[in-house]
């Protein structure tokens, strides 16, 4: 079956600071890969996500770059605030099977002032 | 709309006893899930309903756990009888189709579950 995996599981910044998130995947017939932010004690969020067809997606300070040849996919933020703390997961969803996510383990973000 | 609506938002209960968590829907949304979240395995697909229909119950652990989604705007995830090693935050999510490109899942509150 697939499997997501996530590095780093921590990260430190410094406001103004960018920081970027790494995924793999196993499913070369993975298609769609969202990513989440969840804060401290509150339910995971969508910020962005991208498909098998495009490359790169951009949305302001947030960005998201898709390699399928070599089956990873990866999360930039620039210019950090430190509202951008949080853990951020990354997911893939299979066309096979029965098209559920499978998530990464996580990444807490800590943007430091 | 309201989102997700999942109760209770925390659940303390003695091993052995039964629980049962709720989830409501968005409306329209015809894709359920429930997920478990905790420190050590992150976030796991316990079982996911489309059009009420269970799709995909693999990653229910074992046969304490049991979903029910009886109609469109009702879900039911219980634990029967609960054990300490169930203690995690239980989310559930909706989504319109298979979640691709329609903002992908809407995740509610979450239940934070404690079994002593």
């Known amino acids: 079956g697939e499997n997501v995996e996530q590095h780093p599981s921590t990260l430190s910044v410094q406001e103004g600071d960018s920081a970027v998130i790494k995924c793999t995947y196993s499913?070369?017939?993975?298609?769609?890969f969202p990513w989440y932010k969840q804060e401290l004690g509150k339910r995971p969020q969508l910020i962005i996500d991208?498909?098998?067809?495009?490359g790169e997606k951009k949305d302001q300070r947030i960005a998201v770059t898709l390699n399928k040849t070599a089956k990873h996919f990866s999360l930039h933020i620039t210019e950090t605030q430190p509202e951008d703390s949080a853990v951020y997961f990354c997911?893939?969803?299979?066309?096979?099977?029965?098209?559920?996510?499978?998530f990464g383990t996580g990444t807490r973000l800590k943007v430091l002032a | 709309d309201a989102g997700v609506i999942q109760s209770p938002r925390h659940e303390v209960t003695e091993m052995g006893q039964e629980v049962t968590l709720r989830c409501k829907p968005i409306?329209?949304?015809?894709?359920l899930f429930w997920y478990r979240q905790t420190m050590m395995r992150g976030l796991e697909l316990l079982i996911y309903?489309?059009?009420?229909?269970?799709?995909?119950d693999s990653g229910m652990p074992e046969d304490r756990f049991s979903a029910k989604m009886p109609n469109a705007s009702f879900s039911t995830l219980k634990i029967q009888p609960s054990e300490p090693r169930d203690s995690a935050v239980y989310f559930c999510a909706s989504s319109l189709g298979t979640g691709q490109g329609m903002g992908g899942y809407t995740f509610g509150s979450g239940t934070r579950l404690t079994v002593v």
């Open positions: 309903f489309n059009n009420n229909v269970p799709i995909d």
């Open positions: 991208i498909r098998s067809n495009v």
């Open positions: 409306s329209g949304h015809n894709s």
């Open positions: 499913d070369s017939a993975s298609n769609y």
């Open positions: 997911a893939a969803r299979s066309t096979s099977g029965t098209y559920k996510y499978i």
